[in-house]
Each structure stands twice: as structure tokens, then as C-alpha cells.
């Protein structure tokens, strides 16, 4: 049942595809960048390319390629991707730099480095315009490519 919605429904494989895509180049971008592979970034938000832009943009081009810029399934889905990609640049972008400065202002209020720290929030959830721009035009190629079936 599973594998039949993933892989024979056009409007569920190719964000899939988008999203797997775009997780593993951040991961191996991460890598480059920070010398160091961190499997967590598999599956982790925040950081280049954002995988929530490329998902939601490759749900919407699937839906116009499937069923054309009039229906409602095309309405529905631009709506929700433009909701997620301005949320991803917006308010997670925010609650990323809370996280940094809430986590510096625990490690100095407990006069450590942060290594006793048992707090420590996670400071990439948002993403950046450019960030947010290359995954949805990850998204947008990547569906492009895939035939509507």
C-alpha cells in the first residue's frame, strides 16, 4: 500500500524525490564545508538547500503538470507552498538566531563553554533567501524532470 502511494502517485514521488535530493546535498555540502560528516544532517531542518522549500515548490509543479493551473489541487498546493517557503525564510530564520542567542546566554550565565550545559536548543531550523531560493528551484527542476505518471 505503502510503496503504491509513494511510487505510483505522481504528486507523492516527485516531492519525494525533491525532498531526498535535497536532504543528501545538504548533507554533503555540510560535509565540505565543516570537513566532517554528520548523518544527523540527513534528516535534520535548516541549512543549504532548504529541503521544505524544494518540497512543497516540487508538490505544487507536479500539481500544475498533473492537473493544470485552473484546478483545485493546483490552487491548494501554491497556497501551501508559498505559506512554507515564507515560513522557513521567516519565522524559523528568527527562531534559529533565539536558539544562538538563548544557548550564549545559558553558557554565560553558567560560566562554562557549554560543555556542562544540559540545555542546548537547535539553532538551524530556519533558512536564508538564498537558501530558501536554491530549494525551491531544486524542487521546481527536479519535478520538471520527472514525467507526470
Given at each position: 500500500?505503502?510503496?503504491?502511494?509513494?511510487?505510483?502517485?505522481?504528486?507523492?514521488?516527485?516531492?519525494?524525490?525533491?525532498y531526498i535530493s535535497t536532504q543528501v546535498l545538504k548533507t554533503?555540502?555540510?560535509?565540505?564545508?565543516?570537513?566532517?560528516?554528520?548523518?544527523?544532517?540527513?534528516?535534520?531542518?535548516?541549512?543549504?538547500?532548504?529541503?521544505?522549500?524544494?518540497?512543497?515548490?516540487?508538490?505544487?509543479?507536479?500539481?500544475?503538470?498533473?492537473?493544470?493551473?485552473?484546478?483545485?489541487?493546483?490552487?491548494?498546493?501554491i497556497i501551501l507552498a508559498a505559506i512554507v517557503v515564507y515560513?522557513?525564510?521567516?519565522?524559523?530564520?528568527?527562531?534559529?538566531?533565539?536558539?544562538?542567542?538563548?544557548?550564549?546566554?545559558?553558557?554565560?550565565?553558567?560560566?562554562?563553554?557549554?560543555?556542562?550545559?544540559?540545555?542546548?536548543?537547535?539553532?538551524?531550523?530556519?533558512?536564508?533567501?538564498?537558501?530558501?531560493?536554491?530549494?525551491?528551484?531544486?524542487?521546481?527542476?527536479?519535478?520538471?524532470?520527472?514525467?507526470?505518471?
Open positions: 500500500m505503502l510503496q503504491t502511494l509513494l511510487l505510483k502517485n505522481y504528486l507523492m514521488f516527485a516531492p519525494l524525490i525533491s554533503i555540502l555540510y560535509s565540505i564545508m565543516n570537513k566532517k560528516f554528520e548523518y544527523k544532517r540527513l534528516f535534520g531542518s535548516g541549512g543549504m538547500p532548504s529541503s521544505h522549500s524544494a518540497t512543497v515548490v516540487a508538490l505544487a509543479t507536479a500539481a500544475l503538470k498533473k492537473f493544470g493551473a485552473l484546478s483545485s489541487v493546483s490552487a491548494i498546493t515560513d522557513a525564510r521567516g519565522v524559523r530564520q528568527e527562531t534559529g538566531k533565539h536558539a544562538q542567542l538563548l544557548n550564549e546566554l545559558i553558557k554565560r550565565l553558567s560560566g562554562t563553554d557549554g560543555g556542562d550545559v544540559h540545555i542546548q536548543l537547535n539553532e538551524m531550523v530556519g533558512h536564508t533567501f538564498l537558501q530558501v531560493l536554491v530549494g525551491s528551484i531544486l524542487g521546481l527542476v527536479i519535478t520538471l524532470c520527472i514525467p507526470v505518471f
